[in-house]
């Protein structure tokens, strides 16, 4: 059996023409979504990451803004700008590309930013949100993930059972709660479990999302298996590669996402659909 593949850009494609279209429906309102996306330092892999962000803006019809800014901004300074933007009516969404520099707390930051604003997902009051099932914005990637199943007649997980390998604030968590309001059932394996290949050999669904290359071979899947691929790695050739063996798995799943051309096009376009809403909500 050879899996099918989940083809993120083609998916994207087909979202960022309808956020394109109700883009369309709010400028007859006089209401241009806006996004700021804030980047401190030259980390090279960031640099990538927020010019794709801001041209993914463009492309759909929203106001969007670069701020980036010297590695030796003070913490006080940044939060001093998130202030600004959360009271700037042209800007819907925040969105401040981490890691940030070892000198300035993340979580300070993430928390200074308008849980109205928060397109990324991460505050805590969007994490918590998603926690008791309350409307608020989904981390982009996991909504992204969740988009993908939907997409292959998956939306209602009733009677799956789900394995999310990884269990970080961005991914790991928030994918476990969206497959649980799914009706999945979840099992979150992580560097503390024991037989990892056991826990998988069980799953409808396994969501890669470590960051290590080769998490997920061929013998730790079921036949006919949905593998969703998070993974962002280099062979040692330099080539993008997911944390899954795709050409060992491919041979054993039903569906299989791609890297790249899987998950990644769609963790830009949920940021896309989060600032869109958060645009809807202020023209409601
Ligand atoms: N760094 C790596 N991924 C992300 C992301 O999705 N959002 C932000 N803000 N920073 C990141």
């Known amino acids: 059996m050879t899996a099918q593949l989940i083809d993120g850009n083609a998916l994207s ?12 429906a709010l400028a007859s309102r006089g209401i241009t979504p806006g996004l700021a996306v804030v980047l401190v330092g030259d980390n090279p892999a960031s640099q990538v990451y927020v010019r794709n962000k801001v041209l993914a803006c463009e492309d759909v019809g929203f ?11 003070t913490e006080g300074e940044l939060l001093a700008r998130i202030e600004a933007l959360n009271n700037d009516p042209a800007i819907h969404g925040i969105l401040v590309q981490l890691p940030l520099p070892a000198h300035i707390d993340d979580h300070k930051v993430i928390e200074a930013i308008s849980p109205a604003k928060d397109v990324d997902g991460f505050h805590v009051a969007s994490a918590g949100a998603l926690l008791v099932g309350e409307a608020g914005f989904k981390a982009c990637t996991p909504y992204g993930c969740m988009k993908m199943l939907e997409s292959i007649g998956m939306k ?4 799956k059972h789900a394995v999310v390998i990884g269990r970080s604030n961005i991914v790991g968590k928030p994918m476990a709660l969206m497959l649980l309001a799914a009706n999945a059932t979840v099992t979150v394996c992580h560097s503390g479990t024991a037989d990892l290949a056991a826990m998988t050999r069980q799953a409808d669904v396994v969501v890669a999302a470590v960051g290590k290359r ?6 730790m899947v079921k036949p006919g298996a949905v593998v969703i691929d998070v993974g962002m790695n280099r062979t040692d050739e330099g080539k993008l590669c997911g944390d899954v063996d795709f050409n060992g798995v491919r041979e054993v799943a039903g569906w299989i996402t791609p890297v790249p051309g899987g998950v990644g096009p769609m963790t830009i376009t949920m940021l896309l659909v989060n600032t869109l809403e958060a645009a ?3 023209a409601a």
């Open 280 to 282: 809807e909500r202020l």
């Open 13 to 24: 494609r087909q979202l960022r023409g309808e956020v394109r279209s109700r883009t369309a």
């Open 63 to 73: 106001h969007s803004v670069l701020e980036k800014y010297d590695a030796s901004l």
């Open 214 to 219: 080769g998490v997920l071979t061929a013998d």
């Open 156 to 159: 209602d997980l009733r009677g």
